[in-house]
């Protein structure tokens, strides 16, 4: 083996292979001719890369191993680390992207003199991009010199994906490799708070204010707010981690359509604290978007007591949240939007009662957003957007505050799960930001014209109330002892029921479903002759090339996608797509009719055969595709073997705190296809009872619990 050969751990096999880590444990214990550890630790041994790929191939594992993995192998296991070889790549990519010509002629030449050439093309590039004073150092011959061949193959991948997608491939791959190590704003939620921004600065613009020209994220983190600002607008940000904050610029940098100036717009991101030691002391912008830290109570209280941006109250050390929303504000041009995420307590803490007093009275804090939990980490509590307007002279306070709930909105399809519990794919984006801007949109109708009324004589209160969703407070209303302001204590939720109306059609479809599952109940089992039949593996299966066997992930794509809940309940594909897109080798795969779907984690025996309704959704995480060919299994007698109690048993790990099924262990028996077929459609009638059960079971919860909402709320009268 090569001295420079690139190691790959057993989570790295996996992946290349399309199976779980525990398959490849299975594989070392059960074959002595798999490769031998080259490094790592005893619990967690490193492989050589090119043995490892010699093995999958002999073992019909493994046709050949994508560019993209490759790539990333070459990558995670660079010498100085992997956050030092991304930003080589993003480096390299943005050269290849700017200069190509530059480009091939050093890369002409042997991997040293590419290596000694390298830097002074890159300091170039990143100083036409960052300026002399920027968060991308340019790397020295001496540090480039490992990562060439890697720059070489980031290249090579560019070429046939772009660069921009080739570099989210590998930065949302370290993200993902490393979950605890950042803090992630996902893409629908940045999307929705640049677009609460831009939707302001729209009304602003009917009343005679100046387009957006400038955005600051004071807490850049891995740059997804200023990923979703639209339009020729110069950028700033600043992160504390340096190493983030250079792999942030390149990101934004590659996202951009070319240095500053050329598209209109221009990017400075720069390194340190922002509270302690603010890079942009005199910048005011049109707009601030910011993800803050969380609860942080070393946010540097003693040292900026008479710090001049506590216009509004010094917050608490216990209020670190307050301290960002009033720097957001300080950065802030007069009429200028600041949309803020905030964990809900800094809505009703005492301790910061009178700071947020003193935002209603003068009217910079305009409307305060309730996201379902799951929208962004922590994933189990409903946080919120806090929206802002730094006042101006003569500005006259807003006398309501908009308090918006999109809980209620962000419900998946009855039946399922509430999104509390863990799901983060299954909150519905669409109803999040219809309802979020819609009524932020009639809030600020007039604004600017307050007293005047260019609504069709439609007060505010008129248009933006809706029951459990949203409403104008008049801001009197909240100035009392506590100054709470989560919309859960203003927004009285509607019936659930839906009225009486609502229940009676939920009773008539439950009537229908009942008669409907008695009419699918099984008939008696007939007693069988145990017949020890000869069994083979999904694995042979697969190997033999009478099905596939694919893995869900977290591609691209615009499609729904079928979460492992969506198994688990029977219901329909909830989840969204992610977004922005990896390249396009990494889409998520579309599942098709006939296709076989088992949860990964669990050890339950759940499978799910895709029908006519569900196909065209993308493969989510957590579950094992099957797409066996029609003229050798059929899909049900496939499916309904599969969920053998024992059968499962055998081929789940106990190994750890979670079940863990490996699909290619999974046995059934050899039957000729007409024999499959009649097992196929006990197991299809099987199905179809379960759905009505099912069915009954969620109709059953409604009507109850809407009876009880109707009769405590007079909506429904005792009879």
């Known amino acids: ?121 890159l300091d170039d590039v990143l100083t036409a991009h960052f300026g002399r004073e920027r968060a991308v150092h340019t790397p020295d011959a001496a540090g480039l010199a490992p990562s060439v061949p890697l720059l070489r193959a980031v290249a090579e991948l560019a070429a046939g994906t772009g660069v921009r997608k080739a570099f989210e491939f590998l930065f949302v791959r370290q993200l993902d490799a490393n979950p605890r190590q950042y803090t992630l704003t996902p893409p629908d939620l940045a999307e929705l708070m640049a677009d609460l921004a831009e939707q302001d600065r729209a009304a602003g613009l009917r009343s005679g204010a100046q387009p957006a020209r400038a955005v600051l994220d004071p807490a850049a983190g891995t740059g997804a707010l200023l990923r979703a600002v639209g339009g020729p607008t110069a950028l700033y940000a600043q992160e504390a981690d340096p190493e983030l904050a250079a792999l942030t610029a ?10 500053a100036g050329k598209d209109g717009g221009a990017l400075t991101v720069r390194t340190g604290d922002t509270l302690r030691a603010d890079a942009f002391p005199r910048l005011t912008v049109d707009a601030v978007l910011c993800h803050p830290p969380f609860n942080e109570r070393n946010w540097g209280h003693d040292e900026l007591a008479y710090d001049p941006r506590w ?98 909105s962000a419900e998946p399809a009855a039946g399922a799960a509430s999104p509390a519990a863990g799901g983060r794919d299954r909150i519905d984006w669409t109803a999040v930001r219809s309802a979020a801007l819609g009524a932020w949109n009639a809030f600020t109708e007039d604004h600017g014209t307050e007293g005047s009324d260019g609504t069709g004589g439609k007060s505010r209160a008129d248009r933006v109330d809706r029951p459990g969703v949203s409403r104008a407070v008049p801001v009197i209303e909240l100035l009392d002892d506590d100054v709470d302001l989560a919309p859960a204590r203003h927004l009285p939720p509607p019936a659930s029921g839906g009225g009486a109306a609502e229940l009676i059609r939920v009773r008539e479809r439950l009537d229908d479903t009942l008669k409907l599952t008695a009419r699918l109940t099984p008939p008696p089992a007939a007693p069988s002759d145990l017949v020890r039949r000869p069994l083979t593996t999904v694995g042979e299966l697969a190997r033999a090339g009478a099905l596939q066997l694919r893995t869900g992930g977290s591609g691209s794509g615009t499609a729904p996608v079928l979460t492992e809940h969506d198994v688990l ?14 390249p396009s080798e990494d889409e998520a795969l579309l599942l098709e009719p006939g296709d076989v779907v088992v949860p990964v984690l669990g050890g339950g025996s759940v499978t799910r055969v895709v029908d006519d309704a569900t196909a065209g959704a993308a493969l989510g995480r957590n579950l094992q595709l099957l797409r066996p060919d029609p003229a050798a299994l059929d899909p049900w007698f496939l499916a309904g073997f599969l969920r053998g109690t024992a059968n499962n048993r055998q081929a789940s790990s106990y190994a750890s705190t979670a079940t863990r099924l490996d699909a290619r262990r999974l046995q059934l028996p050899r039957l000729p296809l007409a024999e499959q077929q009649r097992y196929g459609e006990q197991f299809r009638a099987l199905a179809a009872f379960e759905d009505a059960l099912r069915t009954a079971g969620r109709l059953g919860g409604r009507l109850v619990q809407g009876m009880y909402d109707g009769l405590t709320d007079g909506t429904v009268a005792p009879k």
């Open 1 to 121: 083996m090569p001295e420079s050969s690139t190691e790959v751990t057993a989570a790295g096999i996996a992946r290349l292979a399309g199976v779980g880590r525990a398959a490849v444990s299975n594989w070392r214990r059960r074959h002595a001719d798999f490769p031998k550890p080259v490094g790592g630790t005893e619990t967690s041994p490193s492989f050589a890369l090119p043995e490892v790929e010699q093995w999958l191939r002999e073992q019909g594992k493994l046709a050949e191993v994508p560019l993209r993995e490759r790539v990333w192998q070459q990558l995670s296991g660079h010498p100085a680390g992997a956050v030092t070889a991304l930003i080589h790549a993003g480096c390299a990519l943005l050269l290849v992207r700017d200069r190509p010509t530059a480009w091939l002629e050093i890369t002409a030449v042997s991997d040293a003199r590419m290596a000694r050439v390298l830097p002074g093309a």
């Open 250 to 259: 390149l990101r934004l940098a590659l996202h951009s359509d070319g240095p």
């Open 311 to 408: 216009e509004y109250g010094f917050p608490a050390r216990t209020e670190s949240e307050l301290a960002w929303v009033q720097h957001a504000l300080a950065r802030l041009r007069e009429g200028g939007t600041a949309v803020v995420l905030m964990p809900p307590a800094a809505a009703s803490r005492r301790s910061g009662r009178r700071i947020r007093a003193d935002l209603l009275r003068r009217g910079a804090l305009r409307a305060v957003i309730a996201l379902p939990a799951g929208a962004a980490p922590p994933y189990g509590i409903p946080l919120h957007l806090w929206v802002l307007r730094k006042p101006g002279a003569g500005h006259r306070p807003v006398p309501e505050l908009l308090l918006v709930d999109t809980a209620e």
């Open 569 to 582: 309940a029977g219901t329909a594909p909830s989840g969204s797509p992610t977004a922005p897109a990896a």
